[in-house]
């Protein structure tokens, strides 16, 4: 489909797997949004839907316009001005709306925006339901005629209510007084975090508080080394306990030890695990298919039971619930919990992180410690190839030359051996193969990842 074969002349492809992302204005504008408004509401048969924002400079035009969309479709919306995205889900779900958006490009640089949307009790729309079928009403021409009456426009607050909610996830009378690092990234958690670590007794260094949509300091995106730059140093050179770095809509937060060093996602999911598990002995996590097996030996060594899942936060929600897992965790930095409607959130580790640490008498780095000396992992690394037959040939062409192994299929191809094991799949959005890879010894660990990697990009 071209970008010009609707009449409403809507780019098809800011319509991803899991959100609405693009470039303002040339792909993601007002009337887009205005669009996705009404097609979102009549996807729903939603009579009353909650809408937020990230401090991105187009954010507030572009919400206006969605919010004018689904009113228009006779949805009465409350809005919730500027939050983080973890607070529209907890908007959504406590207050117990049909749906809700939240305008935002998440980690993306400032030229971007977007739509995040979510139905009752905070679960997502994707590609697969939900965001294409909007896409597809709205590409044919075919949104249900306006209501005859527009639904009407309130304001509401959540977050009072969403710092007691998270901090309800630990006792703060137990945490130390640590040295902490934060930064912002001049986005949403500059304005959320000081309303937490004002219960806490941490001495808090903070880094890019200010809330602005240009982002003077450097891209609210800590999974790129350059971006945490500005922590790294300043960890350093305090003397911190930890470092703790967010994105843009703040759903999601990144971890340093005292001596600098960015931590990676499946470590910090089997620490959190470990934090369940000591309070709910027992309890189900869920882990995705690319991790370390620190995860599940930790769940493991605790006492709970691991589940191995595919990627992506709607397969996580929807395993959570079936399961009624505690918690789950994503490599990516996406952290998943019963207790917070299933939905993930950017705080709720920083303070359980905080806690264990308390919990313990151990620095980050000294609980990192044995899981950095037995686990080494590759982390992803991503090969663009020429086109997706290709991605497809190269996963085949991996499941028969590791077949000596346990191979499976739960997402992209994992195969598994006594002393090393892997994962190749393919990106959602574009010809592109992501390699995680764990062995035994760093030694295995290179040897094994410059193997499959010189197999995906011969």
Known sequence: MSPHSSTVGINPSIFKAYDVRGLYPSEVNEDAARQIGRGFVAYLGAHRIAVSRDMRLSSPSLAAAFIGGARAQGADVVDYGMMGTDMLYFAVARDGHDGGAQITASHNPKEYNGIKMVRREAFPLSGDAGIGDIRDTIAAGTLPAPANQPGGLSTANVVDDYATHVLSFIDPSIVKPFNVVLDAGNGIAGFVAPKLFASLPCRVDALCFEVDGTF???????????????????????????????????????FLDGAGEFIAGDFITALLAEAFLIKHPGAKVVYDVRASYAVKDTVAKYGGTALMNR???????RRMREENAIFGGEVTGHYYFRDNFYADN?????????????????????????LREKYF????????????RIVQEKLDGLSARYQTGRVYSIDGVSAEFPDWHFNV???????????????????????????ILAFIRS
């Open 346 to 370: 950017g705080f709720i580790p920083a303070l359980l992180i905080l806690e264990l640490m308390s919990r313990k008498g151990r620095t980050l780095r000294e609980l990192l410690a044995p």
């Open 216 to 254: 003077p300091n450097h891209e609210a995106n800590p999974l790129i080394e350059e971006n945490r730059r500005d922590i790294t140093e300043r960890v350093v050179q305090t003397r911190a306990d930890v470092g703790i770095a967010w994105d843009g809509d703040a759903d999601r937060c990144f």
């Open 311 to 317: 990627v992506g936060h709607a397969f996580f929600k």
């Open 425 to 451: 799949r393919a990106s959602n959005t574009e010809p592109m193969l992501r390699l995680n890879l764990e062995a035994v010894t760093r030694e295995l660990m290179e040897q094994k990842r410059d193997e």
């Open 377 to 388: 992992i590759s982390g992803e690394i991503n090969t663009r190839v020429a086109d997706m």
